[in-house]
């Protein structure tokens, strides 16, 4: 699909860090954006660029999800393009022991429901809303694509660490849903990918004292650094023009492995 002013994104949790970064390489080629988030207040964006429509949106809130879509549909028409961003991540362990005061605790399973509900499910319910959407749209150019839709996970989908069961099984989910989507969605133009990023320099990471940080990228093969947001946004343009890619989870991970620590 090539990239122009005739074309509409949506992308979930845009606001800052990876989805952020997409934004900025979306309005780059004049495509017109719509941002869906919880936070405004991390927009890095211009806020006079009226091509960039910023929504507050729960992605685990169907009626939200459903007056954003469309909001921005009202706004700048039908999106031929969805990018999910939006995610969030908890850490605890399954079970575990104290070590000062030696007490029994158990994963919080209201934590484990709201980080299912956000990465997993949330991304299905904009990933079905939009492809909805997008059957209505003409095919475009050569390749006859309605939409392109990119759902984000996350190398701990396959290298989950310590404390990450919610996380790494809701990424996990995201994984598995690639392929089925891509299949259901194959007879009308609409193709899904998505991206496995790896350890990225995101306001999460931000937070960590540099010699963490130091430690964390020296674990990294090459190029051994913390993955830039900019490098996540370019592969998403590159899966956007490239219509022969289909049903595809790619890590972008400097060719990291993540042992059991």
């Known amino acids: 699909m090539e990239l122009d002013t005739n074309i509409t994104a949506i992308v979930t949790g845009g606001a800052s860090g ?61 999106e031929q393009i969805l990018i999910n961003c939006a995610g969030i991540n908890f850490a605890a362990k399954t079970a575990s022991v104290g070590k000062r005061d030696k007490i029994i605790k158990t994963f919080p399973i209201d934590q484990f429901i709201k980080t299912i509900n956000v990465n997993l499910i949330g991304t299905f319910r904009c990933a079905s809303l939009s492809a909805a959407g997008m059957l209505e749209l003409p095919p475009l150019g050569d390749s006859e694509e309605r939409g392109v839709i990119i759902n984000t996970a996350s190398i701990a989908a396959t290298d989950g660490q310590i404390g990450q069961a919610a996380y790494a099984s809701s990424k996990a989910g995201v994984v598995g849903l690639t392929l089925p989507i891509a299949r259901d969605l194959m007879d009308y133009g609409i193709r899904i990918n998505t991206i496995m990023p790896g350890i990225f320099d995101t306001p999460m990471l931000a937070a960590l004292p540099d010699n963490v940080r130091d430690a964390i990228a020296q674990n990294i093969p090459f190029p051994r650094r913390l993955g830039k947001t900019a490098e996540f946004a370019k592969l998403a343009i590159s899966i956007i023009n490239n219509s022969y890619l289909n049903g595809e989870s790619i890590r972008l991970d400097g060719g990291v492995r993540l042992a059991a620590k």
Do not use: M, W
Not at 38 to 53: E, G, M
């Open 18 to 78: 990876l989805g952020a970064a997409v934004v900025s390489a979306l309005r780059e080629r004049k495509v017109n954006v719509s941002v869906f988030d919880l936070s405004s207040n991390s927009v890095s964006h211009n806020p006079k660029d009226t091509h960039v429509n910023y929504i507050n949106c729960d992605v685990t809130d169907q009626d939200s999800c459903l007056s954003s879509f469309k909001s921005s549909r009202d706004r700048f028409g039908q």
